[in-house]
């Protein structure tokens, strides 16, 4: 438990965007169990939900996500228990990939190994310019493997293993041109970024992002032409459905879509 009443994630809807808050600020948001546990729960439901088009993660307090809660780890020593809250961050990071909807870091202060990760998972990100972020780890002799799954997929390979095998911090600007993140804005304009850009993919067909994401991720772990071969079926079924001929009828037109959705 936190000592608190209050809950360990905050979950607010507005046309079709589920803003997600974790919301330990005085552990600048470290993913005890239990906060894992809430957002795998968040994360379940926003999937059956229809009304929900977009996810945003967000952080309260100071700092957006400093990885896992050392203090728990190191109360509960084991084999059982590490294994246990490995397995259950890798199945939340599992479940925000195969989530058909896409979902958006908001990041401010610190993101910092495993909160790092959850920014590398995310399918984009928007960071403050006081942002920071590392995977350090290596510091305190616990090499940060399981983020390195998701940061060596979303920078390259040196950029990857600079933060892995250093540990240091970097700021926001260095976050945005590796890759890690999509945009950096001032501190002052940041709900304001995060919310345009969620608007933006909210108002596209439900179904066309849900096959787009699925797509994405699978095709990149394809060799090239399993690749093509896979994503020209997807094109093919996608031309198919309901979206996209009243897209393309829609452009042709030249007039707004009307998205079902199918």
């Known amino acids: 438990m936190d000592g608190t009443a209050q809950p360990l994630l905050i979950r607010h809807d507005n046309d079709g965007i589920a803003t997600l808050t974790m919301n330990r600020p005085e552990a600048r948001n470290a993913l005890s169990v239990g906060l894992m546990s809430a957002m795998q729960e968040a994360m ?7 009304s929900v088009k977009v996810v945003v993660i ?32 890798s199945r939340l990071m599992v479940s925000i990939v195969k989530l058909p909807k896409p979902v958006i870091a908001r990041i401010h202060g610190v993101a910092t190994a495993a909160g790092c990760q959850l920014v590398a998972t995310c399918d984009l990100a928007v ?22 799954v998701a940061l060596s997929r979303a920078v390259g390979r040196k950029q990857a293993m600079e933060m892995l ?45 849900a096959i787009g994401k699925e797509a994405f991720y699978r095709q990149a772990e394809l060799g090239l032409e399993q690749a093509y071969a896979f994503a020209s079926e997807v094109m093919t079924t996608n031309m198919l459905a309901r979206d996209a001929e009243e897209g393309i009828d829609a452009f042709l037109q030249k007039r707004p879509p009307e998205w079902q959705g199918r």
Do not use: W
């Open 44 to 50: 379940d439901a926003v999937a059956q939900d229809r």
């Open 58 to 89: 967000a952080g309260a307090g100071p700092g957006f996500c400093a990885g896992h809660d050392l203090r728990e780890l190191r109360a509960n020593p084991g084999r059982e228990t590490y294994k246990a809250v490995f397995a259950q961050c």
């Open 127 to 148: 960071a403050s310019e006081a942002a920071r972020f590392a995977t350090p780890g290596v510091n305190i002799g616990l090499f940060c493997s399981t983020p390195m």
């Open 165 to 209: 095998l250093t540990g240091e911090l970097i700021p926001a600007g260095e976050a945005h041109r590796i890759g890690l993140v999509n945009r950096v804005v001032p501190a002052a304009d940041l709900d304001e970024a995060v919310t345009a850009l969620a608007r933006q993919l909210a108002a596209k067909s439900p179904l066309t992002l």
